[in-house]
Every structure is written in structure tokens, then in C-alpha cells.
């Protein structure tokens, strides 16, 4: 197996950590994004969509996207399970996951990607170029602080995002706080819960990962 990686970007990091949980060593190969190394033939032919982390199985098969990733590893290695341990627990999982990147990790990703002069005409990821809409910025901005005072109220409530179990929803909110801290984007006040979540995920080994 062959993980496709570039240490400084966030969504491959999503599977460092969810693999540094559960004590896997992936073979890593680096992809230079600064360099654009992602648009190399060499990397199309791995991954059309340009775009890291990416799995390559001994049989070729090519697995992209995080969670698609993350899944796998689970199924093959299912201690500790990380996408929960029964069906309520797994829905919920699911379901945390699906909201800390559509309404954490995205609009993270789109204030960086509309606002940062390094992203001019490629404001989305991929092959194809795309202008930067820098009022999507200023919105991307007002959401990302949004589902941080959401996930601050579920924190009142539980030790982990999804509940009661550390999960692959924690990972990914984890990597939208980091995305949002390199963006400076402040904090809205008074998020003790967010704050105390925060402080114990990023002091967990994985998060070195
Ligand atoms: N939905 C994809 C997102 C992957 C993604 O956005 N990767 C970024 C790094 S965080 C990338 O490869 N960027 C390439 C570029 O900026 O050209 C996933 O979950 O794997």
C-alpha cells in the first residue's frame, strides 16, 4: 500500500492521525503541492482530480478521499474502531463527520483558498482553473465561526464530538480548528466547551501526526 502525502496539507494529515490512532505505518510517498507536483502527469494518472491524500492498494486500486480512505483502514484494522462501535454510535459518527467537513473544513478551506494571493485562479482544487470570490471568503469566515459555537453547544454535553467515543469526527473538526487558528480567524468568546475539546485533541500523540 502507497499513501500518497504532502506533510503540510491539512486533508492528508486527516489520515496521519486517524492512522497514528490505531498504530498503522502507511508507506509514504510526498507529493510537493507547493511545487505543483499534483499536476504532474505522473500524479494524474494516480489521481485525475489533482488532489492528495490517496491510497494506491498492491493491486492498483487507487482510493481518494479521506473518509473513503479512513474507512478502509478501518475495515482492515478495527481496533480501535473509529467510525463507532454500534449501529446509534455509527450514525452519529457519520453524521458529525459529514458536518465538521461541510460546515467546519469546507468553508475553511474556501476562506483560504479566496483570500490567500498564492491561490489566485485556483481557488478550488483540481485541473481547472477558478476565480477567487472573495465576499465567499467573508462568508466562508462567518460559517466556519458559526459551527464552532454549534460543535462548542454538542461539546456541553459530551467528551467527544460525536459522543462518548473519540472518533474520525473529531479528527476532522480538529483539522478545521487548525485550519482555522493558520487563517487567524477568531474565536467567538466564551467557548469554554470548544476550548476544552480542543486542548485534549491536540494534546492526544496522533496530533503530532
Ligand atoms: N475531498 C478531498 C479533499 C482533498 C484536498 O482538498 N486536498 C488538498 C490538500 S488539503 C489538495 O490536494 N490540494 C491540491 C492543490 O491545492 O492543488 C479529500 O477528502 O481527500
Known amino acids: 500500500m502507497k499513501f500518497y502525502d504532502c506533510e503540510t496539507a491539512p486533508s492528508p494529515r486527516r489520515v496521519r492521525i486517524f492512522a497514528a490512532e ?3 505505518r502507511l508507506q509514504k510517498v510526498a507529493v510537493n503541492l507547493a511545487d505543483g507536483e499534483q499536476f504532474s502527469d505522473r500524479f494524474r494518472s494516480i489521481n485525475p482530480d489533482c488532489t492528495v491524500p490517496a491510497l494506491q492498494l498492491d ?3 487507487v482510493i481518494t478521499e479521506v ?3 479512513c474507512q478502509y483502514l478501518d475495515e482492515l484494522y478495527p481496533e480501535p474502531p473509529l467510525f463507532g462501535s454500534s449501529p446509534a454510535n455509527r450514525a452519529r459518527v457519520t453524521m458529525w463527520n459529514i458536518k465538521a467537513e461541510q460546515q467546519g473544513l469546507l468553508p475553511a478551506f474556501d476562506a483560504f ?5 498564492g491561490f489566485a485562479g485556483r481557488a478550488l482544487t483540481g485541473p481547472d482553473s477558478f476565480d477567487q470570490i472573495p465576499e465567499l471568503a467573508e462568508r466562508s469566515v462567518v460559517r466556519a465561526r458559526a459551527f464552532m459555537e ?3 453547544g454538542e461539546l456541553a454535553n459530551h467528551e467527544f464530538l460525536a459522543g462518548d467515543e473519540f472518533s474520525i469526527a473529531d479528527i476532522t473538526a480538529l ?3 487548525a485550519v482555522a487558528i493558520r487563517l487567524k480567524i477568531e474565536l467567538p468568546a466564551d467557548l469554554d466547551h470548544l476550548e476544552r475539546w480542543h486542548s485534549e485533541m491536540s494534546s492526544r500523540e496522533s496530533a503530532a501526526a
Not at 113 to 117: F, P
Open 67 to 69: 473518509t473513503a480512505i
Open 59 to 61: 493491486d492498483g486500486t
Open 175 to 177: 483539522t478545521f480548528m
Open 113 to 117: 483558498r479566496n483570500r490567500s494571493r
Open 150 to 152: 454549534r460543535m462548542n
Open 22 to 24: 490505531k498504530n498503522i
